[in-house]
């Protein structure tokens, strides 16, 4: 007797739950909830069958923040039935049950779907739009670059999640109108800057924003892709490191200044030797201008200034008059080029490294290079230093040096 009893309950329960799916708008509907159960297999189905669809993207967020309030089943399966995929069959008994404006369901009104997330179609055509007009850190997880064409797609990837991303990064493009409604309407949706959450396990943080004015912001790029802080210290330090590479910057301009000067004379006096070697080599009385050089090139040698510098210490002739010397002599003045090259290499470096740091314009590492290079030349400004070169050539031998145009010995 009991058993026939419950079984008949069964029965009439399940007739009406098959009644509110389909005549939802039947008096006593407004109780009844689909199984979570059922809910969950069907959004697997879904899943199993469009994995690229917005609404599964969300799902694999709510895996990671299940406690938020779009990530109940039925919000996940309204993303996805509701306006992306009603035709879906899987997508049939939600249909059915909330999209009739006659619907008693509280289940349908107590957990819709999230507000102004685009569907699969729209969100595909942004996250081509973007890639098509610049080709950005993310579309090639959409678009290898293989295809040759970003018509083309050779595999399907989570578009909504590279869409967000795109978004997080240019937020002043036209096709991030969409994501921006989102955000404003669920402002703590993990994909939005505004959520402020950490990052999701498996899931790598959003680029930097990356904005063409003035501003404030943590994350940025230090010329360097990986090299990103993410909180108050991280960037910090990063500062720090500018503030403390544009001094070491300023050092070696001040350096170059000086080094160029004692450079330039000790090439031209080698010059001059190399010359007048040649010419001993061809004329007979050459004793007098071998000696000049001889001086001049002893002068230079056994300077004070330049035996401080090692860059520049170049030992005499040891046979003057033989055509060994000219070969060294030239071997010598190709050594003061390519050191000059490579001081040139490694300033040109710096400088447009810094170049690039205040182009981020952001506040903080614009004000650390400029302060960087303010203390650097209070510190390393060699008032003193144009003058290291003096006394390596007599004041003949300089007025013939300046008489060829040189600016940097002639005051």
């Known amino acids: 007797m009991y058993s026939t009893t419950a079984s ?9 739950d098959m009644d509110c799916v ?11 909830q689909l199984p979570k159960a059922n809910i969950t297999a069907t959004i697997d189905r879904l899943c199993g069958m469009m994995d690229w669809m917005p609404g599964c993207s969300i799902d694999t967020l709510c895996k990671h923040t299940p406690d938020s309030t779009f990530c109940n089943p039925f919000s996940v399966l309204a993303d996805i039935c509701a306006e992306d995929m ?19 369901v509280t289940q349908c009104k107590a957990h819709p779907p999230l507000k102004n997330v685009p569907t699969t179609k729209v969100v595909k055509s942004l996250v081509s739009d973007i890639c098509n007009e610049m080709p950005m850190d993310g579309c090639e997880l959409c678009y290898p670059p293989s295809s040759g064409s970003r018509s083309s797609v050779v595999k399907q990837c989570d578009y909504f999640s590279v869409y967000a991303d795109l978004c997080a990064a240019m937020p002043e493009m036209h096709q991030c109108a969409q994501f921006d409604l989102m955000c404003a309407s669920t402002p703590n949706f993990p994909l939005c800057p505004t959520s402020h959450l950490p990052p999701i396990d ?8 990356m904005q063409m004015y003035f501003h404030f912001s943590i994350s940025e790029y230090f010329l360097f892709k990986t090299f990103v802080p993410r909180t108050p210290l991280q960037y910090t330090l990063a500062c720090t490191l ?4 544009c001094i070491v910057f300023e050092r070696m301009l001040a350096f170059q200044r000086v080094w160029d000067r004692a450079a330039v004379i000790r090439y031209r006096a080698l010059a001059r030797a190399s010359k007048s070697l040649v010419r001993a080599n061809t004329v007979s009385n050459s004793r007098s201008s071998s000696v000049t050089i001889g001086a001049v090139l002893n002068r230079v040698a056994t300077s004070n200034d330049v035996e401080r510098d090692p860059l520049i210490q170049v030992a005499a002739p040891a046979r003057a008059g033989r055509r060994g010397d000219v070969g060294a002599l030239r071997m010598e ?3 003061l080029r390519l050191l000059k090259a490579a001081g040139r290499l490694c300033i040109g470096v710096m400088g447009y490294g810094v170049m690039l740091l205040v182009m981020t314009y952001n506040v903080g590492v614009c004000l650390s290079v400029l302060s960087g290079l303010g203390v650097g030349s209070f510190f390393f400004f060699f008032d003193e230093g144009v003058e290291v070169a003096d006394g390596l050539l007599s004041e003949e031998e300089e007025e013939q040096v300046c008489s060829e145009g040189d600016d940097l010995c002639c005051g």
């Open 22 to 32: 389909a005549m939802p708008w039947t008096p006593g509907c407004e109780t009844f």
């Open 8 to 16: 008949s309950s069964h029965v009439m329960r399940m007739e009406t």
């Open 202 to 209: 498996g899931r790598p943080m959003p680029p930097p924003t």
């Open 333 to 335: 003045m190709l050594r």
């Open 86 to 104: 009603p035709r879906m069959k899987p997508c049939g008994p939600y249909v059915s049950m909330c999209m009739n404006p006659e619907s008693r």
């Open 242 to 245: 500018v503030f403390l590479v």
